[in-house]
């Protein structure tokens, strides 16, 4: 298999470990979940870090999709995430501090429903990508 088509695949397997992973944890340590989901935004470094992953796996989505079933949607997420991903580089690290801290302790009421939306996303993922 040519690295052009390994490197999709695999990035889109840990997203897909990743949400059945988020998922879990949600559901069985919410707390855990919670400090979790707020440590994204604590420095420039992890701000960057986040962007740089939702890249490659929005470029993996888009370069795999024609692999995987649901094509044309994963297709699209992977566009949604590099559009998205590209407008959050134009804002500042400390303004998406903020609006984490803003928004993630309300999003923390919902961790059962993220948790259970986490693990059939990683499922459907995987599912789409062995079929």
């Given at each position: 298999?040519?690295?052009?088509?390994?490197?999709?695949?695999?990035?889109?397997?840990?997203?897909?470990?990743?949400?059945?992973?988020?998922?879990?944890?949600?559901?069985?340590?919410?707390?855990?979940?919670?400090?979790?989901?707020?440590?994204?935004?604590?420095?420039?470094?992890?701000?960057?870090?986040?962007?740089?992953?939702?890249?490659?796996?929005?470029?993996?989505?888009?370069?795999?999709?024609?692999?995987?079933?649901?094509?044309?949607?994963?297709?699209?997420?992977?566009?949604?995430?590099?559009?998205?991903?590209?407008?959050?580089?134009?804002?500042?690290?400390?303004?998406?501090?903020?609006?984490?801290?803003?928004?993630?302790?309300?999003?923390?009421?919902?961790?059962?429903?993220?948790?259970?939306?986490?693990?059939i996303a990683g499922f459907a993922i995987l599912f789409s990508t062995f079929h």
């Amino acid at each position: 298999m040519k690295i052009l088509h390994l490197l999709p695949l695999i990035l889109i397997c840990l997203t897909a470990v990743y949400c059945v992973a988020l998922g879990m944890i949600a559901l069985t340590k919410p707390a855990t979940a919670a400090r979790f989901l707020l440590g994204f935004a604590n420095s420039m470094f992890l701000h960057y870090t986040e962007l740089f992953l939702r890249l490659a796996i929005g470029f993996a989505f888009v370069l795999h999709s024609p692999n995987m079933l649901l094509t044309d949607i994963f297709h699209w997420f992977g566009w949604i995430l590099i559009s998205t991903t590209a407008c959050l580089f134009l804002v500042p690290w400390q303004s998406h501090r903020q609006f984490t801290l803003y928004v993630v302790p309300h999003a923390n009421r919902f961790l059962k429903l993220i948790g259970v939306t986490s693990l059939i996303a990683g499922f459907a993922i995987l599912f789409s990508t062995f079929h």
